[in-house]
């Protein structure tokens, strides 16, 4: 009978990957230097500021799309190194090959989903609304929070599959859903702390000023307040 992975070679295999991600040169993301920039944290917007910049959103707007661009080229990173170190061990170790073949399906589908989110990035002009900057935030931060949900079941699951699966497939496979649920978890939260923190920034705007509208004329505001959860 083939054995589960032990708990060291889980936290071996996972720091590997976490390393190489970290350390992966940023050439391998010929992306990255062009789209995403060096600072992701912008200063608090000033009253003054709000009141001379027509659209003081677009800069908080724009700050979550290439936070959005930043986490893809991450997640396909990961997914990456998860086909290759998931194929690795099905290929090179009959005791963990269930475990290495949870890992690399778990790749592609990430792979293919940052892929897909890359290749059809959205963009914003400066002309674009308040509305439009708030609700698109609105619907990542719920969608963050939906996804830490679904992240806590996978490694609920695979602690369930690990410690009380009957065969060694079922325990491997569930070492696997553990190892993917944790970094889904932090990845996440990462993108949640930074959603929740525009969100009060964009609630913290002036009561006052002015908004570009798309015929180029502007439009005064005035009692701005919002609201938002889950």
Request: aromatic share 12%.
């Amino acid at each position: 009978m083939n054995p589960a992975p032990s708990s060291s070679l889980l936290l071996k295999y996972f720091t590997l990957l976490l390393l190489t991600l970290l350390f992966l040169p940023t050439e391998a993301f010929p992306q990255l230097q062009s789209q995403i920039p060096s600072d992701l944290s912008l200063p608090e917007i000033s009253a003054e500021a709000a009141e001379t910049n027509p659209n003081p959103w677009f800069p908080l707007g724009q700050e979550r799309l290439s936070q959005e661009n930043l986490a893809m080229l991450i997640l396909l990173g990961w997914g990456g190194l998860n086909v290759l170190g998931g194929s690795a061990l099905a290929l090179g170790s009959a005791d963990y090959r269930d475990f290495g073949l949870m890992t690399a399906g778990w790749g592609l589908v990430n792979a293919a989903i940052a892929g897909f989110a890359l290749a059809g990035a959205d963009t914003y002009t400066a002309a674009v609304s308040f509305d439009s900057v708030l609700r698109d935030e609105m619907l990542f931060n719920r969608i963050l929070a939906i996804n830490s949900g679904l992240n806590a079941g996978y490694i609920a699951t695979g602690f369930t599959m690990n410690y009380l699966g009957s065969t060694s497939r079922v325990r491997q496979f569930g070492s696997a859903f553990m190892v993917q649920g944790a970094f889904l978890m932090a990845f996440d939260a990462w993108l949640l702390w930074h959603s929740t923190d525009r969100l009060s920034r964009l609630s913290a705007l002036p009561d006052t000023f002015l908004t570009a509208l798309p015929d180029g004329s502007t439009q005064l505001i005035h009692g701005l307040t919002l609201s938002f959860g889950f």
